[in-house]
């Protein structure tokens, strides 16, 4: 498997990038990863790269966005944080993936049992990371009497799947470069769920991603209708 060259990159639709990533991930599920030659990637790699997708992830050891979708050196930027939460430096980041560097995706990624959702729902303190729960305590509903009446677990999902939400609303908002890129169709943002139980990766209803009604059943972990 070559890395991806700029020609390869250019021709590249935010579609097709999103779809790549799903292919990627149903290889890694059932185990039958793409054969590539690291030390050969290394080598291409060294005069540039051209990722086709900015993948902002948890800093969770167990979710690898390489590993997860498949790919190899070159072929993704992987932007991670606990509790994929959104900064300046990571907006920053990720307007070089796609406004310089050409990526056409890019995708917010949380996970169950995150352990930063644990945290902010349990109001850990615990020095600077103080900062990073914060940012996800925007997505826990602290006056719906339904939601307290749910499972940890539960509402553990239900604020992972708005922590990723939000974030996706902090990249609209906050970056007009991103923001206009969408707009025009050069890129695609869009979230998405990591089962740490089964390896599948469930992606958010979009107008822009077409996605089966078999495939959305079938790979749902928590409701994301």
């Known amino acids: 498997m070559k890395t991806l060259s700029k020609e390869a990159q250019e021709k590249i639709t935010p579609k097709q990038a999103i ?38 992830s948890c800093m969770d050891s167990r979710a690898p966005a390489e590993l997860i979708f498949d790919q190899g050196l070159g072929d993704i930027f992987s932007v991670r944080i606990a509790g994929n939460i959104i900064n300046d430096d990571i907006l920053g980041s990720t307007e070089f993936g796609c406004a310089v560097v050409g990526a056409k995706a890019v995708v917010v990624l949380g996970h169950t049992g995150c352990g930063a959702i644990k945290g902010a729902l349990d109001q850990v303190q615990l020095g600077n990371l103080n900062s990073v729960l914060t940012k996800i305590q925007y ?57 740490l139980s089964n390896g599948n990766v469930v992606f958010f209803k979009s107008e822009n991603i077409e996605s089966s009604n078999s495939e959305r059943l079938e790979n749902r972990h928590v409701d994301l209708e």
Request: net charge negative; hydrophobic share 35%.
């Open 19 to 56: 779809s790549i990533l799903k292919e990627g991930n149903r290889r890694f599920v059932s185990n039958l990863k793409l054969n590539r030659n690291l030390l050969q990637q290394l080598t291409e790699t060294q005069g540039g790269q051209h990722p086709f997708a900015v993948i902002i």
């Open 139 to 195: 997505s826990i509903p602290h006056d719906d009497g339904a939601f307290k009446k749910l499972t940890s677990n539960e509402k553990i999902d239900l604020v992972t799947k708005t922590n990723v939400e939000h974030s996706l609303s902090e990249i609209r908002n906050r970056s007009a470069i991103l923001r206009d890129l969408e707009a025009d169709g050069e890129i695609v943002l869009v979230g998405g769920i990591y089962d």
